[in-house]
Nanobody
Framework: QVQLVESGGGLVQAGGSLRLSCAAS????????MNWYRQPPGKQRELVAG???????NYADSVKGRFTISRDNTKNSVYLQMNSLKPEDTASYYC??????????WGQGTQVTVSS
């Protein structure tokens, strides 16, 4: 079992920045990748960014150049630095962990609202 707790969401004006954090506990040594997903109102959940245990990263085209995912293994945490935010980035953001055993775990989500 892996438990994930997100923090850092909020309300920001367009062009502003936010940093999301996700702390993992439990069987964290089984985690092979951690990801950030988001779900805008009335839309499906989508992958925003991911980072592997080896540090490899991937991003959705819509956030490339604006968002940066990183991880601190000493703190069992993953971060999403979001710059140049746009109203279309408004969504509930979820931390996700994929394990070597094929299980996937989710945090409770944190709301990001970008005003125009």
């Amino acid at each position: 079992q892996v438990q994930l707790v997100e923090s850092g969401g909020g309300l920001v004006q367009a062009g502003g920045s936010l940093r999301l954090s996700c702390a993992a506990s439990g069987s964290r040594y089984s985690i092979k990748a951690m990801n950030w997903y988001r779900q805008p109102p009335g839309k499906q959940r989508e992958l925003v960014a991911g980072i592997t245990s080896g540090g490899g990263t991937n991003y959705a085209d819509s956030v490339k150049g604006r968002f940066t995912i990183s991880r601190d293994n000493t703190k069992n945490s993953v971060y999403l630095q979001m710059n140049s935010l746009k109203p279309e980035d408004t969504a509930s953001y979820y931390c996700n962990a994929d394990t070597v055993w094929g299980y996937s775990y989710w945090g409770q989500g944190t709301q990001v609202t970008v005003s125009s």
